[in-house]
C-alpha cells in the first residue's frame, strides 16, 4: 500500500500513530418481521419502553455534557428529548404497527426512513443539515430495540486505542468518548472552532478536521498518523515517514517531562529579570491542559468562537458565564479578554457579511465593533460583569492609532455608567490595553502608551501588514518574514514608547513560543510572552538558562544587520552558544 | 369555540431548525388550544416537533398558523411574538 498523505485544518496539536476506527453511520438494515395479532399490544409496549430507555439515555447524557463541558453545548438536547415525545411520530409507528402487523423496530425504522427522506429533501441547507440531529435519536432508539451485539462496534464500546475517523461527530458521540482510549480525532468536515477541536483540546489528543473524503479513503484499522500541527493525516505511512514521526513524537514527550519539574518555578534570567509566561486561549475546555503547563495567567483569550459555527448571536449571560468561568478558574493569575475580532480569515456566520476583495484590510474588528456597537456593547458588558469575579484585563485587537482607541474607549465608558445605573458590579480598576499589530499603532506607540494600561504585540498580523504579505495565501508565505528589520524597530520602539510610560509590553504572536525569536524579543524588552499551552515549559526553561544581558547584546547586534535571514542565523548561533538543550530539543 | 387563523413571516434564527422547533413545542404544550402549522399545502400539528421540522421553514418564509380552543387567542399572540422575533 502507498503512503497517502490527507491534508486538513489543524483543530488540536499533537502527534498520534495508530489503528484507524471508523465511526460507522451507515443504515442499520431492520428486517421485516411479521407479528400475530396478539402481539400488537406487546410491540407497542417494547416501543414504548425503548423510547423510555432512549429518553433516560439522552437525560443522562444531557447532564453529563452540561456538567463537563457547560450547558450551551447540552442545549441540543433538548430538541432531542422532544422528538422522543413527538405524537405524530408515535401515532405513525403505532399505527404502522397495527394495521402492517410489523415488529416494533421494523414500523419505527420505515416511519423514520420515510422521515429522513423529506429532510433530504428541503430546500435550505442550514435546515437540512441539521437533520443529523433527528438521524442520532433514530439509531439510539433502535438500539434500544434490537439486539445489542449488532452494534458491538458502536463507539460506547470500544476497548483498544485508536483514532477515530468519522464524517463529522456530533455532541453524542463525543460524549460518550469521554474517557475513552482515543489516541486523535479527525473528521471530513468541521472547521478550528468545530465540536471536534473543542473535544480533542479538552481531551488533549490531537484532531484534523476538514479533510473532505477521509472516511472514504480509510479503512478500519489502516495504520494512520494524524498531525494535528501541520493538519495533516497520513495513510499508509512508509518506514521512513513513520520512524520521523515516532522521533518527532519522542521529542515532544521527552521535552514534556524534562521541563516538568521548573513548573512552579518563575521565569527569571539568570541575572534576575524576572518575566511572565502566559497561555493563548480559544476555547475555556483548554483550561486544565493549560493549568498543568504553568501558565501565569492567560495573555490573550480569543472570543470569535462564540460568534461562529451559529446562527445566532452570543447572548450577554451566555458570554458573562464563560468569561466568569475562565477567571474564576484562572484566578489570582489574570485573564486578558481580546475583543471580538472578526473578519480577515474569520468570519461571523450569523450575520450576512460581504467578502471584501482584501479581507485583512477589510471591515474587520474594531471597524466592525465601531459600526455595530450593539454586538460591541453587549461584549463589554459580558466583560466587565465577569471582572468582578478575578483579574480580567481587557484588549482592543487591530487599533490604528490613538483616535480609534478613544472612539472604543468612549463606548466602553458608556456601558460602565450604564452598569452603575443599573447596580451591576464589575472591577473599577480593570486594565485596558491596546493589541499592537498594525504598523501606524507601532509608530503612535508613544501616545498610546500614555493612554493604555499595557500594550499586547501581535506579531502574526503586524509582520503581515509592515511587508504587504497575507498570510494565508500560499505563494506569499515564503516572504514572511517575522525577523525583517522594519518589524524589529516597530518591536523596539514600541517597547521602548511603552517602557517610558512605565506599562508592560506583551507579546502573544506566534515568534513568543520559538526560542530562537523568543531570546531576541526577551532582548528587546518585552515583559510578558504568551503562546500555546504546548511552548510554555520550554519558553521558561529558555529564559530560565540565559541572562538578560546577553539577550541585550543579541538584541543591539540583531538592530545593526539589514536582512531577516541574516538576524535568523545570529539568533540561532546565540541560542545554541546560551541555551543548547533547548536548541537541541527544538532541533531548528 | 374561538378558531384563529394568521399569516405570519418567520423571522426568527434562520428559520425553524432543532432547536428554536422545540422552543416552539414548548410554547405549544403549555395551551389546552390545538396549534396547526400551515406551509405551501402541508399542514402539520405545531405540537410535534417531527411535524415542524418535515416543513423545513426557512427564515423570511410565510406560513399560516392555526389555533383553535379556549385560550386560542394567548397561543396566538405568544407564537406570533416568537415567530416574528428576530434573534
Not at chain 1, 45 to 52: D, S
Not at chain 1, 373 to 397: C, E, H, N, W
Amino acid at each position: 500500500m502507498n503512503e497517502l498523505v490527507l491534508k486538513g485544518v489543524p483543530a488540536a496539536p499533537g502527534i498520534a500513530i495508530g489503528s484507524a476506527y471508523i465511526v460507522d453511520k451507515q443504515d442499520v438494515i431492520v428486517p421485516a418481521r411479521a407479528i400475530l395479532e396478539k402481539e400488537i399490544p406487546i410491540e407497542i409496549a417494547r416501543f414504548e419502553e425503548a423510547l423510555l430507555k432512549t429518553r433516560e439515555q439522552i437525560s443522562a447524557l444531557k447532564k453529563k455534557i452540561s456538567d463537563e463541558i457547560g450547558s450551551q453545548h447540552a442545549q441540543i438536547f433538548d430538541a432531542h428529548l422532544l422528538v422522543l415525545e413527538d405524537r405524530m411520530l408515535f401515532d405513525d409507528v403505532v399505527k404502522k404497527i397495527r394495521t402492517d402487523k410489523q415488529s416494533a423496530e421494523y414500523a419505527f425504522s420505515s416511519i423514520f426512513k420515510k422521515y429522513i427522506k423529506v429532510f433530504a429533501n428541503i430546500q435550505d441547507e442550514y435546515l437540512r443539515e441539521r437533520s443529523s440531529d433527528v438521524n442520532d435519536i433514530a439509531r439510539r432508539v433502535l438500539k434500544n430495540l434490537i439486539d445489542e451485539t449488532r452494534f458491538m462496534h458502536e463507539l460506547e464500546n470500544l476497548t483498544e486505542e485508536l483514532i477515530i475517523i468519522a464524517h463529522d461527530l456530533s455532541p453524542s458521540d463525543t460524549a460518550s468518548m469521554f474517557n475513552k482510549n482515543v489516541l486523535a480525532f479527525a473528521t471530513d468536515i468541521g472547521g478550528r472552532t468545530s465540536h471536534t477541536a473543542i473535544m480533542a483540546k479538552s481531551l488533549g489528543v490531537p484532531a484534523v478536521v476538514g479533510l473532505k473524503d477521509a472516511t472514504l479513503r480509510i479503512s478500519n484499522q489502516d495504520t494512520v498518523i494524524v498531525d494535528g500541527r501541520m493538519g495533516l493525516v497520513i495513510l499508509n505511512p512508509n518506514d521512513k515517514t513513520l520512524s520521523i514521526y515516532r522521533a518527532e513524537q519522542e521529542r515532544i514527550l521527552s521535552m514534556r517531562n524534562r521541563f516538568d519539574d521548573i513548573k512552579e518555578l518563575p521565569s527569571e534570567t539568570t541575572d534576575g529579570r524576572k518575566l511572565e509566561v502566559l497561555a493563548n486561549l480559544e476555547l475555556p475546555e483548554e483550561i486544565p491542559m493549560i493549568l498543568t503547563r504553568g501558565a501565569a495567567g492567560i495573555g490573550l483569550y480569543r472570543t470569535e468562537y462564540f460568534y461562529m459555527n451559529r446562527v445566532d448571536l452570543p447572548t450577554e449571560e451566555e458570554q458573562f458565564i464563560a468569561y466568569k468561568k475562565v477567571a474564576q478558574t484562572m484566578a489570582p493569575y489574570p485573564v486578558t479578554i481580546r475583543t471580538l475580532d472578526l473578519g480577515g480569515d474569520k468570519f461571523i456566520s450569523s450575520l450576512q457579511i460581504p467578502r471584501d476583495m482584501y479581507p485583512f484590510l477589510g471591515w474587520r474588528a474594531l471597524k466592525f465593533c465601531l459600526e455595530r456597537p450593539d454586538i460591541f456593547k453587549t461584549q463589554l458588558r459580558a466583560i466587565l460583569r465577569a471582572s468582578k469575579f478575578g483579574k480580567v484585563r481587557l484588549m482592543y485587537p487591530m487599533v490604528s492609532g490613538p483616535g480609534e482607541f478613544r472612539s472604543v474607549n468612549a463606548i466602553l465608558e458608556l456601558v460602565k455608567s450604564n452598569l452603575r445605573r443599573e447596580n451591576i458590579a464589575f472591577d473599577e480598576d480593570m486594565e485596558v490595553g491596546v493589541m499592537i499589530e498594525v504598523p501606524s499603532a507601532a509608530m503612535t506607540a508613544d501616545i498610546l502608551a500614555k493612554e493604555a494600561k499595557f500594550f499586547s504585540i501581535g506579531t502574526n498580523d503586524l509582520i503581515q501588514y509592515t511587508l504587504a504579505i497575507d498570510r494565508v495565501n500560499e505563494q506569499t508565505a515564503a516572504f514572511y518574514e517575522p525577523c525583517h528589520p522594519a518589524v524589529l524597530r516597530l518591536i523596539q520602539r514600541t517597547v521602548d514608547s511603552g517602557h517610558k510610560e512605565n506599562i508592560k509590553i506583551g507579546l502573544c504572536g506566534e515568534m513568543s513560543g520559538e526560542p530562537i525569536y523568543a531570546l531576541l524579543l526577551l532582548g528587546l524588552g518585552v515583559d510578558e510572552f504568551s503562546m500555546s499551552a504546548g511552548n510554555i515549559l520550554q519558553i521558561k526553561k529558555l529564559i530560565r538558562s540565559v541572562g538578560y544581558q546577553d539577550a541585550q547584546q543579541l538584541a543591539q547586534m540583531a538592530l545593526t544587520l539589514t536582512t531577516g535571514p541574516e538576524v535568523e542565523d545570529l539568533c540561532r548561533r546565540r541560542l545554541q552558544e546560551l541555551a543548547p538543550d533547548i536548541f537541541n530539543v527544538d532541533g531548528s | 369555540m374561538p378558531h384563529l387563523e394568521k399569516e405570519i413571516v418567520v423571522k426568527s434564527h434562520q428559520g425553524l431548525h432543532a432547536r428554536p422547533a422545540a422552543l416552539l413545542v414548548q410554547i405549544a404544550v403549555k395551551y389546552d388550544s390545538s396549534l396547526m402549522i400551515k406551509k405551501d399545502e402541508e399542514c402539520v400539528n405545531g405540537k410535534s416537533i417531527m411535524g415542524i421540522l418535515m416543513l423545513g421553514i426557512q427564515a423570511n418564509t410565510s406560513i399560516v398558523v392555526i389555533t383553535e380552543g379556549e385560550d386560542a387567542e394567548a397561543l396566538m399572540a405568544e407564537v406570533e411574538a416568537f415567530l416574528s422575533k428576530d434573534e
